[in-house]
């Protein structure tokens, strides 16, 4: 079968950026919410597609910290092309133990659409849209990617308003992991410092996940799980 779609139809790589940009403010602005990092008037209610959301205001300090966090580091570093993933992390303040982590994995799709990885399977959606005899090209759709992204926030949603409470004294980590072969070695995003690989790898450790799925645009690929002491084994949310 043959799908035939209008570029009007299709993200442009701009597009999709914001589209990135905006579910991975939308998934950690409503972790703080309904974890309740912080207190509710920092928040306000939002539209995000076709469902109510929450966006973070610059009350208190700890909230612009996170906003700075967003803004000139995770995004910086996608705009670059650099980020592989961002990890924002919930850790008790007397004990130091990590409680939960939400790890949100880019990957970049060159040549609108191919990639020099092999896809994995998640929420995303693509067309084929046949060539000649033999050729297909992918076609990804504005409204198809939309359904993906409100399927992966409402299973976040859900996910998280299951979890129980956190310590009364809790506090916010967040880590950026970069490609190592295009990264600079002496790049380093405000706000943010110089971490080992054995940190990383101590912390993960000590928790199980859950893979959510991802949002699968011609320009880039969202991949989202929680990790939690809450979890047993290693799994998929389920459908």
Not at 1 to 22: I, W
Not at 69 to 90: Q, S
Not at 166 to 177: A, I, Q
């Amino acid at each position: 079968m043959t799908y035939v779609q209008s570029k009007s139809k299709q993200l442009t790589e701009a597009q999709s950026f914001v589209l990135v940009k905006n579910l991975l403010r939308t998934a950690m602005y409503t972790v703080s919410y309904i974890r309740g990092i912080f207190p509710q008037n920092c928040f306000a209610d939002k539209k995000y597609q076709n469902i109510c959301v929450k966006t973070l205001r610059p009350e208190t300090p700890d909230c612009i910290r996170l906003l700075k966090w967003l803004e000139n580091g995770v995004f910086d570093a996608l705009a670059k092309k650099y980020l592989d993933e961002a990890i924002f992390m919930i850790q008790g303040v007397e004990d130091e133990n990590y409680v939960e982590c939400y790890k949100f994995k880019i990957t970049y799709h060159e040549n609108n659409g191919r990639r020099s990885e092999s896809a994995s399977t998640g929420v995303g959606f693509q067309f084929m849209h046949k060539l000649g005899k033999s050729k297909f090209r992918k076609i990804f759709d504005k409204e198809a990617i939309a359904g993906s992204v409100v399927s992966l926030l409402r299973r976040l949603i859900q996910l998280v308003q299951g979890l129980g409470n956190l310590p009364k004294k809790r506090k916010l980590t967040m880590h950026l992991l970069y490609r190592d072969e295009i990264t600079p070695s002496f790049y380093e995003p405000t706000l943010f410092k110089s971490s080992g690989p054995d940190q990383m790898s101590s912390i993960t450790d000590r928790l199980s996940e859950i893979r959510l799925g991802n949002v699968n645009t011609a320009f880039h690929q969202c991949e989202m799980q929680v990790e939690s002491h809450e979890f047993g084994e290693n799994e998929n949310f389920p459908n």
